[in-house]
């Protein structure tokens, strides 16, 4: 079970209200500052989210996966931790 899953899944929530929110606003041609600074509001809501899903999957599978002598599914997880992590920083 995720660690921090009850922790995540409020920040999706949050970002979910907000994002609602935001197109509300936006349909309401509500100031574009007041309108972007909910928009970072939910980046950062999102970006937590991230950071606990990869701490999670770093102190779980990852680290299952690099225990086992399975060299495929080693080189997989790696491949998939900077393929996310690659994503994240764009």
Avoid: P, W
């Avoid at 509500?30 to 102190?59: K, T």
């Amino acid at each position: 079970m995720m660690i921090n899953k009850k922790k995540t899944l409020v920040g999706f929530k949050k970002a979910h209200s907000l994002l609602a929110r935001i197109i509300d606003m936006t349909e309401k041609d509500e100031y574009c500052i007041d309108i972007m600074q909910q928009n970072l509001a939910v980046v950062g809501l999102l970006r937590s989210a991230h950071e606990m899903l990869m701490e999670n999957h770093l102190n779980s599978c990852f680290k299952n996966a690099m225990a086992s002598k399975n060299e495929r599914k080693k080189k997989q997880m790696t491949e998939e931790i900077l393929k996310v992590t690659k994503l994240f920083n764009k």
